[in-house]
């Protein structure tokens, strides 16, 4: 069963809640986690990809869009809307509005979201079917 941090931002600012992915995406892959970066659309998976490049100088976090072919090498961070392939289903940030397949082989996931209702909103929901499925929860506020 999966473990499930929620990060609530205090800022209703969509530029901050994706830096601070950024932030936690660059803590998992220095702890050696190839972690999966679930968006909802191929433009909001364009916005983390450009971020990762350029949101800390200094900063170098191997990454590539998924749009269905695996990479040519595994120890990549993937970002896309696809569902997540299995060699990186093990750790999932979920940016999307939707509740993650419940097929995956998940251990973590993290959801981050600000304080706009628009985040708010669809994030109750996915909160309550984690806990429907008997999964841990944590939430973390305050950053």
Known sequence: MAEVSFYILPTESLQDRYLFACKLIEK???????????????????????????????????????????????????????TAPEHWQNTLFNLSSRYPDPGLQTARILEILDNSEATKVPGRDRYRQYQQSGMKLTTHKDW
């Open 28 to 82: 998992a892959y220095r702890s050696g986690c190839f972690c999966y970066v679930m968006t909802d659309t191929d433009e909001q998976s364009q916005i983390m990809d450009d971020l990762l490049w350029t949101f800390r100088a200094g900063s170098f976090i191997p990454h590539q869009i998924y749009n269905g072919a695996l990479p040519e090498i595994d120890k990549v961070i993937l970002i896309g809307s696809l």
